[in-house]
């Protein structure tokens, strides 16, 4: 019972668990997908952006 019990909140765990990681790689992809082009040869601070737009 005590390992039917475990493996029923392992998997709730990794419900939640593999979401948060899947998410968090989109993020991150999508961040260096808009920074990475302006960041590349630029050697000064970045430009504010507001909205997707140099502000």
């Given amino acids: 019972m005590t390992t039917i019990m ?3 909140f392992a ?3 990794l419900d939640i668990a593999v979401p948060a ?3 968090s790689v989109m993020a991150g992809t999508n961040w ?3 920074v990475w082009p ?3 040869d630029r050697t000064g601070p ?3 952006r507001w909205k997707g737009r140099p502000a």
């Fill in 21 to 23: 990681v899947v998410l």
């Fill in 38 to 40: 302006e960041s590349r």
């Fill in 32 to 34: 260096l997908v808009q």
């Fill in 6 to 8: 475990a493996a029923f």
């Fill in 46 to 48: 970045q430009p504010q």
């Fill in 11 to 13: 998997g709730l765990a």
